[in-house]
């Protein structure tokens, strides 16, 4: 077993790190205080084909590995420390991977360049008022007219749905079926019989939360994923996939975190000694780069197996890639919240500041802990059931 990167793969990394050094730090701030990303932002991004990576070249993505896309999200996690620039850039590539994979080619063809190019938004649309994890009791309905979809209900703590309305795009959204099953559909925003509400986080600001309530929305027969009423197995596919770039992405914001605080126990002096002498500052520095070292690997792991089976379309080891998806989703989010807290601390007062630019880590990887892309207890439901057999699933 070969750990090592390729050349090519280690040259992208060093790119998207200087990209993250040189466009997004100097734009995190304002992001954060704008509640957006930058237009040039969105266009340095489209020009290092950052945006939907995994999508294929023939549709305007690079057809990228996970293990690549993995990557590049650890670096603008580090990159842009709010996590606004990495939520965008993983909604477009889990989900305009599984567009790319499921979708009509006419849809393909239609949706996906725009995305690749920072001129449209692509999301995804699950959770409702009533609840977030249990998708299989959505209250959202859809059922065919002709060559549409008519679709009646409510989606709430949606991501990206100003971004929709301003770039253009959509979401992958998810119904209950007519047939019994679910559909799942690429539904523009700007679709009639559509409304949106903001809501306002307490972080990730560059990023739009929010709802979409839906009254007869009709959204061409195109723009069904897959097969009709069989979407919720592409919904938990493109889950499976984002997942792993939202590990990815807290990896690289704990990794900034550290680097941080090294910086400032190497020279901040107490008691006559700089901190980091201080075996009580140390250790703790020594346990959580650890734990973020492992987290690291594991992270590696989850996008190797996504390359191996999930991307290719074989589901022949769909409870091992669960696993790995499940369990890094479950560790990395806490962990590199962990590090954000811990060395905040170490900054004492200052850490409390916005001038030490620690908050934005704080405030924007707390989403992940309560339940961004599957809650934590999510994560241990699945691992329970594929470590003791579906029969010991707590829900039905």
Known sequence: MDFRLSDEEEAFQAAVRRFGDKVLRPHEREIDTEGRIPAEVLRAMADLGLLAMPVPA??????????????????IGRGDFS??????????????YVLSRHGTEEA?????????????????????????????????RSHRDGGAFVLHGEKAFVSGV?????????????????????DLLYVPTRTDGISTQRFHNMGRMGISTGGLTYQDARVPAKYLLGTEGHGFGCAMEGFTVARTFVSAACIGAAERALETGMAYIRERKAFGQ????????????????TQVEAVKWQCRRAAWLLDSYTLKGDDSHRSEVDRAVASVKLTAPPV???????????????????????????????????GAEGGLNIMRIILGRELLGKEFVPYK
């Open 108 to 140: 393909k063809r239609e949706v996906l360049p725009p995305v690749c190019a920072g001129q449209a938004f692509l999301g995804v649309a699950t959770t409702e008022p009533t609840g977030g994890s249990d998708l299989a009791n959505l209250r959202t």
């Open 83 to 96: 996590m606004a620039t990495a939520v965008f850039f993983l909604l477009e590539a889990g989900w305009g």
């Open 274 to 289: 700089p901190l980091g002498k201080f075996e009580g500052i140390q250790f703790e520095l020594v346990d959580l780069w």
């Open 162 to 182: 100003e971004e929709a309305k301003t770039l253009g795009g959509g979401h992958l959204t998810l119904a209950k079926s007519a047939t019994g099953g679910f």
């Open 336 to 370: 590199a919240f962990e590090c954000v807290k811990r060395v905040m601390m170490w900054f004492g007062a200052a850490g409390y500041t916005k001038d030490v630019g620690l908050e934005l880590g704080f405030r924007g990887i707390m989403s992940y802990l309560v």
């Open 58 to 75: 023939e549709y305007g993505g690079m057809g990228a590995s996970a293990v690549l896309t993995e990557l590049a999200a650890e670096e």
